[in-house]
């Protein structure tokens, strides 16, 4: 938060000598290793070792690392203090729900695989331009704001999302929108991720990025070396938005099954919980502040419901536990302000 | 002309910050303001950057009327500022800081970022080599992957002001800079405004509190005191006027 004084760390230090290992090649390895997965769990090989039940753990921490590293461009890089994620995450979910069902014929009515493909690009796009139009409007008005204000206009506009869509009955109310086709898989979630994570490095390694992180630093400052503070933002918060869509647009299609209350504040806070467990200005902070998080509450459920299988919603408690450990031990999260080797620019600069 | 500033005035309140101020900066000048704290110097150049809008006057830059635009709009019609206490992008790389003053002129769009098009990587490689460039005229390359906040003072101040003058200014605004400054330090910066003033086309505008930087650095200065100039000319002849001296040294208390 801006009031608050930034912690000292240690900032950008000298890494010598360039990566080898480069962005593309992680790419490249994960979904040589996506594309065989889905396809053996898809065709029931070695029900014993890949159970469906991994690839969906998988499936939900890509979906989670969009919403992420979206919302780390928000609070990590320009340092304000969004609180509305997942509105705009319903917002595309929703978009997609109506897309997938209402306009578009469903995937068995068009050739296979290239069919899915059409639907998925139609849907999540649609996910992503509504939920972007939504969130430069909102931004317009945010943006007038910093700190403290903008956290809690965010949180209203979140909550104004959630109840506008639990009004509107064509989109099932609060009963929630069911019968959406299941489009997506782990490969796709996958894909989406890493476009996620490429573009928004693309666009954090470029003059954008540098505005946006001299804004946090000193907008003062900023502002008189004629930087259009108010535009740069609401880039930002755009950009951030349309990829909380598309997580939601993945979602939907995933669950095939959505409600407006799962996108309350409550889902707000639990991309930041792992936002802050992985540190904030960090794209690999958010891959592993998702990973730790994700698998950590898994492992929770097991071990309680192993035990007492009445304590397994006990894990609940767990998670805002992490979040005060992490805002009283360490501020700066797993890797706040650092990247891995591969995510970081070619020039090492 | 550089910078042209008619009646220029400001109040906060019932408190007179600036009261009818005029300046008339040319192309390549270097000119100063002192006063006693509190006078309205530092008022001047946050009227001139557009952090408070003029209740009267104008501030004319080249041929362009500014006063009144927003402050972004002033800095991107070429007036560049440094500040009293130093504002740089602490956590940002020296070389970003400067390479993020190039913002204006980066050459490419959202999109061409976003998918790093052929263009985007030409212009990344130009804006990288101009920011290095700019740093090794002002000795802070050896510096350049260090975060900014870590430099020492003295390296802090010529940062900043290498980074004003990133942004291919037509006038300089220098907010004392020697604040804070040890002997030493202050020779190192009178010696960094003369080279500037000499390799750069700006004029320049130097508040200043310690009178002998003045002295060595401006041809012209005006006092300020309770916002209003009540003297200007030639800093050795300024430093005599009684007004002066009353206002500035307190009273029956001849200059050193």
Excluded at chain 2, 161 to 181: N, S, Y
Excluded at chain 2, 216 to 228: A, I, Y
Aim: proline share 5%; net charge neutral; charged share 15%.
């Amino acid at each position: 938060m801006s009031t608050q004084p930034q912690p000292e760390h240690a900032a950008p230090s000298p890494e010598p000598g360039p990566s080898r290992v480069r962005f593309w090649m992680v790419c490249a390895l994960i979904l040589a290793l996506a594309l065989p997965l889905q396809l053996s769990v898809d065709a029931g090989l070695f029900p014993d070792v890949l159970n469906p039940y991994y690839l969906h753990l998988l499936t939900i921490i890509g979906m989670n690392i969009i919403l992420v590293a979206s919302l780390n461009l928000l609070n990590g890089y320009l340092g304000e203090f969004a609180l509305g994620h997942a509105g705009f995450m319903a917002v595309g979910a929703y978009t997609a729900a109506l897309l997938a069902t209402k306009a578009l014929p469903s995937a068995a009515a068009l050739p296979p695989v290239l069919g899915t493909c059409v639907i998925l690009v139609v849907t999540l796009g649609g996910a992503m331009l509504m939920a972007a139009g939504i969130g430069y409007l909102i931004g317009l008005v945010t943006f007038k704001t910093v700190g403290d204000y903008l956290a809690i206009i965010t949180l209203g506009f979140n909550m104004i999302i959630v109840n506008a869509i639990q009004n509107l009955d064509f989109v099932g109310g609060p009963r929630g929108f069911t019968g959406i086709p299941k489009n997506t898989n782990f490969l796709a979630v996958a894909v989406c991720a890493l476009l996620t994570l490429g573009l928004l490095r693309n666009l954090i390694q470029s003059s954008f990025g540098r505005v946006w992180v001299s804004i946090r630093e000193n907008a003062i400052a900023a502002e008189l070396m004629g930087v259009s503070i108010a535009r740069a933002k609401n880039w930002a918060f755009t950009i951030a938005a349309a990829f909380a869509g598309l997580a939601g647009g993945l979602w939907a299609q995933n669950q095939q099954f959505i409600t407006p209350r799962s996108f309350d504040y409550i889902k707000t806070t639990e991309i930041l919980v792992m936002l802050y467990l992985g540190g904030m200005a960090s794209l690999s902070g958010s891959i592993l502040g998702v990973v730790a998080y994700t698998l950590l509450m898994e492992l929770l459920r097991n071990l309680l419901s192993a035990f007492a299988p009445q304590l397994a919603e006990w894990r609940m408690l767990i998670s805002p536990l992490i979040l005060i450990i992490i805002m009283l031990t360490r501020q700066t999260g797993l890797l706040g302000n650092r990247e891995w080797r591969w995510l970081r620019p070619r020039q090492g600069a | 002309m550089g910078l042209r500033i008619t009646d220029l005035t400001k109040s906060f309140g019932g408190l007179t910050a600036v009261s009818g101020f005029n300046l008339e900066l040319g192309e390549r000048d270097l000119q100063g303001i002192i006063g006693p704290n509190g006078a309205g110097k530092t008022t001047v150049f946050n009227l001139i950057t557009g952090v408070y809008a003029p209740d009267r006057g104008q501030i004319q830059l080249g041929d362009q009327a500014v006063s009144g635009l927003p402050s972004d709009a002033i800095a991107r019609a070429g007036i560049a500022r440094t500040f009293q206490n130093i504002r740089l992008f602490a956590q940002m790389t020296v070389l970003d800081n400067i390479t993020m003053a190039l913002h204006a002129r980066a050459g490419y769009g959202l999109w061409e970022a976003a998918f790093r098009t052929q263009n985007f990587h030409r212009q990344e490689a130009r804006l990288l080599a101009e920011s290095r460039e700019h740093l090794a005229r002002f000795g802070l390359l050896d510096r350049q992957r260090e975060a900014a906040g870590s430099l020492p003072y003295g390296e802090q101040r010529r940062l900043e002001i290498a980074r004003a003058l990133a942004t291919g200014p037509k006038v300089l605004l220098l907010d004392e800079p020697a604040a804070g400054m040890n002997p030493r330090e202050v020779e190192e910066l009178i010696q960094l405004i003369q080279q500037v003033h000499r390799d750069f086309s700006l004029a320049m505008l130097l508040i200043e509190h310690q009178l002998p930087v003045v002295m060595e650095l401006c041809r012209e200065v005006q006092v300020l005191d309770f916002g209003q100039t009540i003297a200007s000319g030639a800093p050795q002849e300024v430093v005599r006027n009684p007004l002066v001296i009353e206002a500035y040294l307190g009273e029956e208390e001849a200059p050193a």
